[in-house]
C-alpha cells in the first residue's frame, strides 16, 4: 500500500514540476505527501529505490509558500538532491541542478552559525548513504570520535566516485593536554616551540611535530594517521562540499587568513560552525593535518590537509591537498588520527 501511494506521489510531482503539465492527482495534498515521501525513504534502502528527488522538488516548490519553513525545507532539499547526486553520479540532470542553484543563492545569505545548526539538525534526521545494511547498523561508540560510515564518496575538483571501508577518526586534531599524556606515558621528546612557551594552550591542537612524532602518537593512542582519502570523505560528507560545512567561506566560519600573523593557532573547539556532517570539527583552517600517504608526485614528502591559520581561503578547500617533508615541524601543522571499525 505505502509503495502505491509514494507512486502516486511521485507521478502527481513528475506531472506538477517536471513536465509542467496538469497534475492528475488533484486530491493530493502536498503537505501531506512531504510527510509521506520522508518516512518512504527514511527506511528504504537505495539500492531499492534511489529517487529521492521527488521529495526534494517538493520541499523546494513549499519552500516558497511556508515562510515558517523556507529556510529549513530549502536545506532538506539540498542534502536531498546532494544525496541524489552521490548515489548516482548524476550532476548535469537540470530538474536537480537548476533547483540547487536556487537553493545556494537562498540559503547564501545565511549566517554560518544559523546554516550549521539546520544542517546539523537535518544530518540528525536523515537515514545515512548506504545500500550495505550491515555498515548502516554499526552503532558502536569510540569516545573522541565519530563514525564515517562505508560507501561512496566524491574526491577531488572532479568529483571522482570513491568507495571507503567505515572507519572513525578523531572529532578534534589531537591537543597539547593529550599530546602531554603521550610524553609523559612514554617520556617521549616534547614538541618544537615548546621549551620557549609558545603554542602549549591545553585545547590548542599540537603543533611543532613531524609526520613521525604523529605516528608515534597514532601508535601509541592505537590508532593511525587518516589516508588522504579518509580525511577527505570525513571533511566532505558524501556530496562532496568544498568546505566541511558547505560550498561557501565565510570571515567568521574558521580560524585562516593572518598571512603576518604570528602564534595565531586556536582552541579546537573556538568555531562551532567549522565542522562537517558527520561532525567532524576544526578541519578546516587552524593547522594543517599530517596524513598517511606519501604525495604522489613529490614522493619523498608526506600529504598534509586542511589548510592553517596562516592562509588564504584557497587553502582551506577539501578537495585540495599539499605536502611536506615529513621531518618538519611548523607551527601550523598538527594532526588527527582514525581507526578501522571491528
Same mark, same amino acid.
Given at each position: ?63 516558497? !509558500? ?16 546532494? $544525496? ?39 544530518? $540528525? ?35 571522482? $566516485? ?73 571533511? !566532505?560528507?558524501?556530496?562532496? $562540499? ?101
Amino acid at each position: 500500500m505505502m509503495k502505491e501511494q509514494v507512486q502516486r506521489i511521485k507521478e502527481f510531482i513528475w506531472q506538477k514540476y517536471v513536465d509542467c503539465t496538469h497534475a492528475s492527482a488533484s486530491d493530493i495534498v502536498e503537505e501531506e505527501a512531504v510527510k509521506v515521501l520522508d518516512s518512504y525513504f527514511a527506511t528504504v534502502d537505495p539500492a531499492e529505490d534511489n529517487e529521492c528527488y521527488y521529495l526534494g522538488i517538493l520541499l523546494f516548490e513549499l519552500a516558497f !509558500r511556508i515562510p515558517d519553513l523556507e529556510k529549513l525545507y530549502l536545506a532538506k532539499a539540498k542534502a536531498i538532491f546532494e $544525496r541524489y547526486r552521490s548515489q548516482t553520479g548524476e550532476t548535469d540532470w537540470d530538474v536537480v541542478e537548476d533547483r540547487l542553484e536556487d537553493i545556494n543563492s537562498n540559503l547564501g545569505e545565511m549566517g554560518a552559525d544559523e546554516r550549521a545548526a539546520i544542517f546539523a539538525r537535518i544530518e $540528525r534526521e536523515m537515514k545515512p548513504l548506504t545500500s550495505d545494511p550491515a555498515a548502516s547498523q554499526i552503532i558502536a561508540v569510540v569516545e573522541g570520535m565519530v563514525l564515517v560510515p562505508g560507501g561512496p564518496f566524491l574526491s577531488g575538483e572532479k568529483r571522482d $566516485r570513491k568507495e571507503l571501508e567505515p572507519f572513525y577518526i578523531d572529532i578534534f586534531p589531537v591537543t597539547n593536554e593529550e599530546y602531554v599524556k603521550f610524553m609523559e606515558a612514554t617520556g617521549y621528546r616534547p614538541p618544537k616551540f615548546w621549551a620557549e612557551g609558545r603554542l602549549r594552550k591545553p585545547r590548542a591542537p599540537v603543533v611543532g611535530i613531524s609526520w613521525h612524532d604523529a605516528d608515534k602518537y597514532a601508535t601509541w593512542a592505537g590508532k593511525s594517521l587518516p589516508t588522504a582519502d579518509q580525511w577527505e570523505k570525513a571533511a !566532505r560528507g558524501l556530496e562532496g $562540499r568544498i568546505y566541511p560545512w558547505g560550498n561557501e567561506i565565510e570571515p567568521d566560519v574558521a580560524n585562516f587568513g593572518h598571512l603576518d600573523g604570528v602564534d595565531m593557532v586556536t582552541p579546537v573547539d573556538a568555531f562551532e560552525a567549522n565542522r562537517s556532517v558527520f561532525g567532524v570539527r576544526d578541519m578546516a583552517g587552524n593547522v594543517w593535518e599530517w596524513q598517511k600517504d606519501w604525495d604522489p608526485i613529490e614522493i619523498d614528502m608526506k600529504v598534509i590537509s586542511g589548510g592553517s591559520w596562516a592562509d588564504p581561503p584557497q587553502f582551506l578547500r577539501c578537495d585540495r591537498h599539499l605536502y611536506a617533508n615529513p621531518k618538519d615541524k611548523f607551527d601550523n601543522i598538527g594532526f588527527r588520527c582514525v581507526r578501522p571499525v571491528t
